[in-house]
């Protein structure tokens, strides 16, 4: 059974810096791209980030270009997205999601999801 848990969310002051976490098991971590989205509320599910299975190749969405970074280490079945110059427009649920294939800005077609973690930027 796959299993994808978020953690790193919180509170953060808009300029602050924040690090998500996903911890993934399951599954061949390195056969699989993993990807951050987010949903804010009212908001559709929009893709964040991805990075290809054995971490070669990302991808942002143009909002958090030069602001955000993922990374993968597929010894411990980790991906990250470290957040800096965090805006209050980046508030929202960040999920963590997996897929064989890399990548689709789709959020339909990621095959397996997280709970997500509350990223909340407010001063």
């Known amino acids: 059974q796959v299993q994808l848990v978020e953690s790193g969310g919180g509170l953060v002051q808009p300029g602050g810096s924040l690090r998500l976490s996903c911890a993934a098991s399951?599954?061949?971590?390195?056969?699989?791209?993993m990807g951050w989205f987010r949903q804010a509320p009212g908001k559709e599910r929009e893709f964040v980030a991805a990075i290809s299975g054995r971490g070669g190749s990302t991808a942002y969405v143009d909002s958090v270009k030069g602001r955000f970074a993922i990374s993968k280490d597929n010894a411990k079945n980790l991906v990250y997205l470290q957040m800096n110059s965090l805006r209050p427009e980046d508030t929202a649920v960040y999920y963590c999601?997996?897929?064989?294939?890399?990548?689709?800005?789709?959020?339909?077609?990621?095959?397996?999801w997280g709970q997500g973690t509350q990223v909340t930027v407010s001063s």
């Open positions: 399951g599954l061949t971590f390195r056969g699989y791209a």
């Open positions: 999601a997996a897929s064989p294939i890399y990548y689709s800005t789709k959020y339909q077609n990621w095959n397996y």
